[in-house]
């Protein structure tokens, strides 16, 4: 596990923090620290700018080869970016999603046609991406799939029916990757393909969901008879499972310390509020202010360890952990806030949903303990698939 830095990794770390500097000003200034979880509504269009702004600068795909128009970086230095980033304030990526988990699944698994059909628009920050994998049915059960895709009379396309929900942005996405069972009669893993869908068509349908906090960057999406090309299938047919699980070990790399960047920001907010407000001086906000602090330095030694390993999509022990520590950390930050804001926490700035920063972190952080995997899906991954334990206890 490497923790410290080269003077070269140092050398980078203040180009890319003056980069920043002087780009995250003028028509960009408004975007500092917003457009993270719980506030991804914000500014959609000038984040899409922004994006495009990023890209000039060659601050898109860093960590891609340079044969998919990536700059190469290191993994240190990617580390870098991503925590410079957070540390100056950049918006909440709208390009995420596509650089974080389209482009290295279409480098491990997409043919050469669709790297150089597919990665230019997400690299110049022209084409954003969403993510059609949780359904009604299936959540944490991601294996309950029941969207459908079946070939035309002609084989030319894929016709896809059925229903995603949880979908992040998909209102401002062009293209949605869809996990869906092409396999009829299949159950349970077997069966699955992933294709890739153009969101701008008549047999698609968004709808979004509104949360505690009065925002609507979830959604559900509804598939009738959509269609994408067979050129569209990424790997064949039933090989959708696997990558699948390899494009979630994607996104348990080098953006988890720019998510822990963002981290510190919030933890660094309420300890501003508490030395401002008095909270400081009570003993036991004092300690759980500390607990949060070293908890999130936990975070960062455990992700440098999963940084330590290939870069493959394979999900190391360390990756496996990671979900259910960040998230119970992240949850009883969003309670700390609330206890350091004390009766203000009870108060809203306007009606109905005039959250100050804090209270919308609270809120959000409900869900962080069941999105992206419910913590009792999490211990059996953990159990079953790090530890090696049996599915079901054996009877004598």
Same mark, same amino acid.
């Given at each position: 596990?490497?923790?410290?830095?080269?003077?070269?990794?140092?050398?980078?770390?203040?180009?890319?923090?003056?980069?920043?500097?002087?780009?995250?000003?003028?028509?960009?200034?408004?975007?500092?620290?917003?457009?993270?979880?719980?506030?991804?509504?914000?500014? +959609?269009?000038?984040?899409? !700018?922004?994006?495009?702004?990023? &890209?000039?600068?060659?601050?898109?795909?860093?960590?891609?080869?340079?044969?998919? %128009?990536?700059? %190469?970086?290191?993994?240190?230095?990617?580390?870098?970016?991503?925590?410079?980033?957070?540390? !100056?304030?950049?918006?909440?990526?709208?390009?995420?999603?596509?650089?974080?988990? $389209?482009? +290295?699944?279409?480098?491990?698994?997409?043919?050469?046609?669709?790297?150089?059909?597919?990665?230019?628009?997400?690299?110049?920050?022209?084409?954003?991406?969403?993510?059609?994998?949780?359904?009604?049915?299936? @959540?944490?059960?991601?294996?309950?799939?029941?969207?459908?895709?079946?070939?035309?009379?002609?084989?030319?396309?894929?016709?896809?029916?059925?229903?995603? #929900?949880?979908?992040?942005?998909?209102?401002?996405? /062009?293209?949605?990757?869809?996990?869906?069972?092409?396999?009829?009669?299949?159950?349970?893993?077997?069966?699955?393909?992933?294709?890739?869908? +153009?969101?701008?068509?008549?047999?698609?349908?968004?709808?979004?969901?509104?949360?505690?906090?009065?925002?609507?960057?979830?959604? *559900? $999406?509804?598939?009738?008879?959509?269609?994408?090309?067979?050129?569209?299938? $990424?790997?064949?047919?039933? /090989?959708?499972?696997?990558? =699948?699980?390899?494009?979630?070990?994607? *996104?348990?790399? $080098?953006?988890?310390?720019?998510?822990?960047?963002?981290?510190?920001?919030?933890? *660094?907010?309420?300890?501003?509020?508490?030395? =401002?407000? @008095? =909270?400081?001086? /009570?003993?036991?906000?004092?300690?759980?202010?500390?607990?949060?602090?070293?908890?999130?330095?936990?975070?960062?030694?455990?992700?440098?360890?999963?940084?330590? @390993?290939?870069?493959?999509?394979?999900?190391?022990?360390?990756?496996?952990?990671?979900?259910?520590?960040?998230?119970?950390?992240?949850?009883?930050?969003?309670?700390?806030?609330?206890?350091?804001?004390?009766?203000?926490?009870? #108060?809203? *700035?306007?009606? +109905?949903?005039?959250?100050?920063?804090?209270?919308?972190?609270?809120?959000?952080?409900? =869900?962080?303990?069941?999105?992206?995997?419910?913590?009792?899906?999490?211990?059996?991954?953990?159990?079953?698939? &790090?530890?090696?334990?049996?599915?079901?206890?054996?009877?004598?």
């Amino acid at each position: 596990m490497k923790i410290g830095f080269s003077s070269a990794d140092e050398a980078f770390r203040e180009e890319i923090a003056s980069w920043l500097t002087r780009h995250l000003q003028g028509a960009f200034a408004a975007l500092r620290f917003r457009g993270g979880p719980g506030d991804e509504h914000s500014f +959609p269009a000038e984040r899409k !700018a922004w994006e495009r702004e990023l &890209a000039a600068g060659g601050w898109v795909g860093v960590g891609w080869k340079p044969e998919d %128009g990536g700059r %190469g970086l290191s993994i240190s230095q990617q580390v870098i970016f991503h925590e410079e980033y957070a540390r !100056a304030g950049g918006p909440g990526r709208m390009g995420h999603i596509g650089e974080g988990l $389209v482009g +290295p699944t279409l480098a491990a698994f997409g043919t050469l046609a669709q790297r150089q059909r597919l990665l230019p628009g997400i690299r110049e920050g022209r084409q954003f991406w969403c993510q059609g994998y949780s359904e009604p049915g299936a @959540g944490s059960d991601l294996a309950n799939v029941q969207t459908r895709a079946r070939l035309d009379a002609r084989g030319e396309h894929w016709l896809i029916s059925g229903q995603k #929900v949880w979908t992040s942005l998909a209102h401002e996405a /062009d293209w949605c990757f869809v996990l869906a069972r092409t396999e009829p009669g299949s159950v349970g893993h077997q069966g699955l393909s992933f294709l890739l869908v +153009p969101m701008d068509q008549a047999g698609i349908r968004v709808q979004p969901i509104q949360q505690l906090t009065g925002t609507c960057e979830f959604n *559900e $999406v509804f598939f009738d008879q959509a269609v994408t090309s067979v050129d569209n299938l $990424v790997g064949q047919p039933g /090989d959708g499972w696997k990558i =699948a699980m390899a494009l979630l070990g994607f *996104e348990r790399g $080098v953006s988890t310390l720019g998510q822990q960047m963002q981290f510190h920001n919030e933890l *660094e907010e309420v300890m501003r509020l508490a030395q =401002a407000n @008095g =909270a400081a001086r /009570d003993p036991l906000l004092r300690q759980r202010i500390a607990q949060a602090w070293s908890g999130l330095k936990v975070l960062r030694y455990n992700s440098l360890r999963m940084l330590s @390993g290939p870069q493959d999509g394979s999900l190391c022990r360390e990756a496996m952990i990671y979900k259910l520590a960040w998230s119970n950390w992240h949850v009883e930050l969003g309670k700390l806030a609330m206890d350091v804001l004390g009766d203000a926490a009870e #108060v809203l *700035e306007s009606a +109905p949903y005039g959250l100050s920063r804090l209270q919308a972190l609270f809120l959000f952080t409900r =869900a962080d303990t069941i999105y992206g995997g419910s913590n009792e899906i999490q211990r059996n991954v953990i159990a079953e698939r &790090a530890l090696g334990m049996p599915r079901e206890p054996k009877l004598r």
